[in-house]
């Protein structure tokens, strides 16, 4: 009877498999016990391979033979998903964070606007302003007005994209969580 040389099991609703070139009693291994276990030995190894495109060296290997895994990358199964989306809870973030991103953006195209009117007439009073002293006062206070008035905008125009970026990276993460490494059995010639 084989058995899995990560679990000792030979009942798992996943497949065993032969992935490298150890032979004997080590031979076979769970299909999902060796992507556990790479992903809790290499997991940045692990996650690379998947935001990569198909077919190319994966750098996961065996420890004894040094034998590196093949396999193709695929989708989990709508159950599977399901199940991710529930571990992970980034769903959640990412679709509250939408309407953040929404709002700081009209936030800051609201901000920017009235602070352009507000200088507009700020300065169209300063030019009809005659008395040179009067008109350099004035001057003086419509530019800090300006730059205090600029600091919410600049605010709102800075978190907009910050969030919008770490909310991407979210994403993509959890594509690459919705995916994995099924792993090949190697076919031997005896
Ligand atoms: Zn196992
Ligand atoms: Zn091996």
Redesign the pocket.
Known sequence: MS???????SS?D?A?ISPCMCSGSIQY??S???QRWLKEKYPNRYKNMLSRTRSCSTGLKCELCKYEFQGKIKFLGLSGILKKLKETQALIYIVLNVPVILYLVYKFNHLLRHLLNVSKSHINLIRIQSSGCKKFLMLIKFYIRFLVGLLPVAVFGASAPTIAYSTMILAKNLISECQVFEIKSVSRKM
Request: glycine share 0%; with cysteine.
């Open positions: 058995e899995c040389r990560i679990c000792l099991n798992n996943s065993l291994v769970h999902s016990c060796l």
